[in-house]
């Protein structure tokens, strides 16, 4: 049920709602609020009486029915899983009895159980496997009675036997994919047959095979996708089309980028004003001049909705041709664009913009790395002789940017630390080193860029009050500011918030006070994990982080699915379609749109953050025995996680640390009753790499005294 379907159902459970009393109620454009009554009748949702709309039938059949909660499973072990739900609001503890055999990515019905669970989850049952997921990735282990099965990928303990002609090779210890050939109530009673053999499961990139296999990620495009992609081999521009357009290509514009992109879809143009002002122009892959509805390129670009990047490695959201070819804004080529063109006052407030189909071209491939080097003074005569076009932009840049992070500051936006790594692989593809990644004013200035074409679009999609893919941030609860302030007490800051939600100021000036002070780590993680979580929809809510009203991703329609959607319907605006009909015909896309890039992001996240494990596990095997001093980054109280410098982070169990059972405070510090002997988030520790098991992306080390 869309967000809208629910303000309409609450409204008229309260009393009966005429359509200009819940027009009146909600806010909501008048075509779209009827469109959707409409629907809501015919589904059974609502019912209308004399003019006014009650609940349905549909409505009061499910809400007579027996509680249960659509799940993901999303962690199994030998005695017990996790359920995530669907509607994103926590996890579901499940007992091992109570599982009936779900196995990870399954989509599952939860019952949950009257009494609370001591840890303060919530605790229930699986009562229906709505959706079974029946492939997987894992291990090649033996059982107990000693015959061939298959451990799933993070599933310590859970072994599927393999049918007796259903190994297909596969040695001990191989990373394989496995399909279910039976499912029975118990995960002891399954059958699996393996379905492809990747090969040693101490090698990363095997395992990160196996993952993508596991989450059921197609690396290769279908053909009748190649075939569309196919005719843009070679492609040049079409005059045609450039005389239709605006013609940008005297403007001194230039991207800027890592080294190693090459799916380029962003590119800049900045000049001062004679009043003081600035123009900035942003300019945009043109995707959606290609990718066009209904088209198979299309319909494989809804469903992956994102590239997802690792290692070095790169799957795309669309083929080559378009993505490192005719769509990426290459140095020196013709390329179709959508330029947002923004007049930014003395102040660099926007005050005005517009939107234009565009061709550019651009000057330079500007690296993040040349261009801080420029910056800061040098006068490498390479460097100059490379950025001689676009020199001059660069200190307008520079103070446009300058003033821009001033006004982020002024209304409170949050700059929460994190470290990001990079993996510098060798020939063979093994992880031979892993360095902090590092953020200079170019990369700075470029994102704030970028967030100011992505408001200009969202603006535009708001006032014209017509569908879009919004990116929001909706505010924290109040339960989780109650943990925020409990963890914040504890380690050792007298917050006291004026309200029941703090403002983005109140908690923009705590991550300020503690940044690169040694509580900075519980600090800064503490009030990150605090917010909700970022996403798409079709609604306008604003951005809680950015404190902004409009938001919206426009500058990434090669990598970004909602990024190509929000491009075609600006287009539509451009050539002056009516909102009728614009309402007609993205109302159903934005929402879905908007639901499945969020779901892929998800996914594509959980992605990249396990494979980058697995190198990362890869790497510290060849340093086994070795002593580091890191930072402890968790508390548990089966032991703490320690963060080494280059961003590794590993574990240290409590009785190496603890004489007798460790004592957990507010999730910051955990205490030996014995000795006393405290260790908190942020705190120096030495340590020493014991293990390091690539198949599982798992790191463990033993506490050594300072």
């Not at 908690?507 to 509580?519: G, H, S, V």
Request: proline share 5%.
């Amino acid at each position: 049920m869309t967000p809208l379907q629910k303000n309409i159902l609450a409204a008229c459970k309260r009393r009966p709602q005429t359509l200009r009393e819940l027009q009146n109620a909600l806010q909501v454009d008048n075509s779209r609020l009827r469109s959707t009554v409409t629907a809501m009748v015919a589904t059974g949702l609502l019912s209308a009486q004399n003019g006014q709309y009650v609940p349905g039938l549909a409505t009061i059949e499910n809400e007579s029915a027996p509680e249960t909660i659509p799940c993901t499973l999303v962690k199994l072990a030998a005695r017990f899983g996790f359920a995530s739900r669907d509607d994103g609001t926590g996890d579901i503890f499940i007992p091992g009895r109570a599982l009936h055999g779900a196995m990870p990515q399954d989509k599952i019905l939860v019952k949950l159980f009257d009494r609370p669970r001591v840890e303060g989850s919530a605790e229930g049952e699986v009562v229906e496997i709505t959706t079974p997921h029946n492939s997987f990735a894992g291990t090649i282990v033996l059982s107990d009675d000693g015959r061939l099965a298959v451990e799933p990928d993070g599933c310590r303990d859970v072994r599927i036997i393999l049918e007796r002609n259903g190994h297909a090779n596969a040695q001990l210890g191989d990373k394989v994919g496995a399909i279910l050939t039976n499912r029975g109530e118990r995960h002891v009673d399954h059958r699996a047959a393996v379905a492809e053999t990747f090969g040693a499961s101490d090698r990363a990139a095997e395992c990160a095979k196996a993952i993508l296999y596991g989450r059921e990620v197609r690396q290769e495009f279908p053909e009748e996708v190649m075939a569309e992609a196919h005719a843009y081999d070679n492609a040049v521009i079409d005059p045609n089309e450039i005389a239709h357009r605006a013609d940008l290509r005297g403007l001194p514009i230039f991207t800027i980028d890592s080294a190693e992109t090459k799916d380029i879809d962003d590119a800049i143009s900045l000049m001062k004003t004679q009043n003081g002002g600035y123009e900035l122009g942003v300019h945009i892959a043109d995707v959606s001049h290609y990718v066009r509805p209904d088209t198979a390129l299309d319909k494989e670009a809804f469903e992956r909705a994102t590239s997802i990047y690792y290692a070095d490695q790169v799957i795309p959201m669309l083929p080559t041709q378009l993505s490192n070819g005719i769509c990426s804004l290459n140095e020196g080529e013709d390329r179709l664009a959508f330029s947002c063109l923004m007049q930014l006052d003395e102040k660099g407030e926007i005050h005005s913009y517009q939107f234009v189909k565009s061709v550019i071209r651009s000057r330079v491939k500007g690296v993040y790395k040349e261009i801080n080097a420029l910056m800061d003074g040098s006068n490498d005569p390479a460097l100059m002789t490379k950025y001689k076009d676009v020199a001059s932009q660069l200190p307008v840049m520079q103070e446009l940017y300058e003033k821009r992070l001033a006004l982020r500051q002024a209304r409170g936006a949050m700059d929460i630390e994190s470290d990001e790594a990079k993996l510098i692989m060798d020939e063979e593809g093994r992880c031979v080193d892993i360095v902090k990644r590092t953020r200079g004013v170019s990369e700075c200035m470029i994102e704030e860029f970028m967030l100011l074409a992505n408001q200009c679009a969202a603006n535009a999609g708001r006032t014209h009050r017509v569908p879009f893919v919004y990116r929001i941030h909706e505010a924290p609860d109040a339960e989780k500011m109650e943990k925020l302030s409990a963890t914040l007490t504890a380690c050792g800051l007298n917050v006291h918030f004026k309200g029941e939600i703090p403002t983005q100021l109140e908690l923009a000036a705590i991550l300020d006070e503690t940044r690169d002070q040694p509580i900075q780590i519980p600090v800064h993680t503490g009030i990150l994990r605090s917010m909700q979580k970022a996403r798409y929809s079709p609604e306008p809510k604003g951005h809680y982080g950015l404190v902004l009203k409009d938001y919206a991703h426009f500058t990434s329609p090669i990598r970004r699915y909602p990024d190509l959607a929000i491009h075609r319907i600006l287009t539509d605006m451009l050539v002056g379609r009516p909102e009728e009909a614009l309402v007609k015909d993205y109302t159903a896309f934005a929402t879905h749109a908007s639901e499945q890039s969020s779901r892929q992001e998800v996914a594509a996240v959980r992605i990249e953050r396990d494979v980058e494990d697995l190198y990362k596990a890869e790497y510290m095997h060849n340093h086994l025995g070795e002593v580091f001093t890191g930072t402890v980054s968790g508390v548990t109280p089966r032991g703490v996680f320690v963060a080494l410098d280059n961003t590794v982070e590993g574990f240290v169990p409590a009785a190496q640390l603890c004489k007798g059972e460790a004592t957990v405070v507010e999730g910051v510090s955990i205490v030996d009753p014995f000795t006393g002997r405290r260790w908190m988030l942020g705190d120096p520790i030495r340590v020493q790499c014991a293990g390091a098991d690539v198949a599982l992306g798992r790191v463990d080390f033993d506490y050594l005294p300072m």
